[in-house]
């Protein structure tokens, strides 16, 4: 069984419009988050939650939103999509087992804004 | 918050040949350091990780040693082989601190050649 799944895979889209990316782990883990993988191949984490706590990297515009509607899940709404946003998205989960370590990441979704 | 520097960007050995990739960290409640391999198109997959209660770890003919009072950490791979061809990134966290997410370096591309 996988992991951490998302979708979609790939993800084509024009200037202005609003799209959004799911994530979903079947772990049991308490902790998820987005990260944001650039052309230059930088891994940069875009948010953590954990139990309802959100926690946001400061350089991550607004118009990126997630959304956890419960600890298995967590969304990626973006709006209003600009050309530099294209990039690779992946979701990654990690659990408190003897403290936090190994985390796993979905597949990840590549954005093409157009 | 944590910074983690990785060196070099671009590493190129002969097959067989050992190779080497270092790391330092800035934040010294960091205490989990995991090295990640990321394949063309995939996701980023744990190879090692390591503590910050041990000195040195080894898997077969991988191996991570950290120094914590320099603040560096590094990965050795011994009789490199084609498919050890990857993007390494190295990154590092607090195991106690829940929803805090690993701070990757910028990776290393290795290419083994034949």
């Known amino acids: 069984d996988t992991a951490v799944s998302q979708t979609p895979k790939y993800l084509v889209t024009q200037m202005g419009n609003d799209k959004s990316i799911k994530c979903e782990q079947n772990?049991?883990?308490?902790?998820m988050y987005w990260y944001k993988q650039d052309s230059k191949k930088f891994l940069k984490i875009m948010f953590s939650?954990?139990?309802?706590?959100?926690?946001i990297n400061e350089t991550v515009p607004n118009r990126f939103s997630p959304k956890s509607p419960d600890k298995a899940h967590l969304n990626l709404h973006i709006n209003s999509l600009e050309l530099g946003d294209s990039a690779v998205y992946f979701c990654?989960?990690?659990?408190?087992?003897?403290?936090?370590?190994?985390?796993?990441f979905g597949p990840g979704t590549r954005l093409t804004v157009l | 918050g944590e910074n983690v520097e990785q060196h070099p960007s671009t590493l190129s050995v002969q097959e067989g040949d050992s190779a080497v990739i270092k790391c330092t960290y800035s934040?010294?409640?960091?205490?989990?350091f995991p090295w990640y391999k990321q394949e063309l198109g995939k996701r980023p997959q744990l190879i090692i990780d390591?503590?910050?209660?041990?000195g040195e770890k080894k898997d077969q003919r991988i191996a991570v040693t950290l120094n914590k009072t320099a603040k560096h950490f590094s990965l050795h791979i011994t009789e490199t082989q084609p498919e050890d061809s990857a993007v390494y990134f190295c990154?590092?966290?607090?195991?106690?601190?829940?929803?805090?997410?690993?701070?990757f370096g910028k990776g290393t591309t290795l290419s083994v050649s034949s």
């Open positions: 990654a989960s990690r659990g408190l087992a003897g403290g936090y370590n190994e985390q796993f």
């Open positions: 772990l049991g883990h308490d902790t």
């Open positions: 939650y954990n139990n309802k706590e959100l926690i």
């Open positions: 934040d010294s409640a960091s205490n989990y």
């Open positions: 390591i503590r910050s209660n041990v």
């Open positions: 990154a590092a966290s607090n195991r106690g601190q829940a929803g805090t997410a690993l701070i």
